[in-house]
C-alpha cells in the first residue's frame, strides 16, 4: 500500500523549531520531485517549499531564510527544517510528490499538526 506519512509535528513557542519528516512509503521507486504544502485552518493548502530529485531547493517567500527542505534518498524520505517558528506557521503540514509519482501517490497523508504558540 503507497501512502504518505508525515510526522515530527507539535507545539512550540515562538521561535523554537521543529523538524518534519515525510515517507514515501510503499513506493514502487525512489521518490523524486517532492514537495511540503501547508493548510491553516480556513485557509487554502499551499506550497512552503519544493526539492527536485537533484537536490534543488525553493521556497515560498513566507519562510525563506527560516525552512530548510532535505531529502534522504535512501530512506524515501523528505525532511522540513523550521526554524524561529512564528505563529502565523500554525498549519498543519502535508508532502506530496510533484512529478510523475504523484499519480501513484494520489491521496494525501494524514498531515502532521503544528501549533506556534506561547
Known amino acids: 500500500q503507497v501512502q504518505l506519512v508525515e510526522s515530527g509535528g507539535g507545539l512550540v513557542q515562538p521561535g523554537g523549531s521543529l523538524r518534519l519528516s515525510c515517507v514515501a512509503s510503499?513506493?514502487?521507486?525512489?521518490?523524486?520531485?517532492m514537495a511540503w504544502y501547508r493548510q491553516a485552518p480556513g485557509k487554502q493548502r499551499e506550497l512552503v517549499a519544493r526539492?527536485?530529485?537533484?537536490?534543488?531547493?525553493d521556497y515560498a517567500d513566507s519562510v525563506k531564510g527560516r525552512f530548510t527542505i532535505s531529502r534522504d534518498n535512501a530512506k524515501n524520505t523528505v525532511y522540513l527544517q523550521m526554524d524561529n517558528l512564528k505563529p502565523e506557521d500554525t498549519a498543519d503540514y502535508y508532502c506530496?510528490?510533484?512529478?510523475?509519482?504523484?499519480?501513484?501517490?494520489?491521496?494525501w497523508g494524514q498531515g502532521t499538526q503544528v501549533t506556534v504558540s506561547s
Open positions: 506530496k510528490p510533484t512529478d510523475g509519482l504523484a499519480l501513484v501517490f494520489r491521496s
Open positions: 526539492i527536485t530529485g537533484g537536490g534543488v531547493t
Open positions: 510503499g513506493s514502487p521507486v525512489s521518490i523524486g520531485d
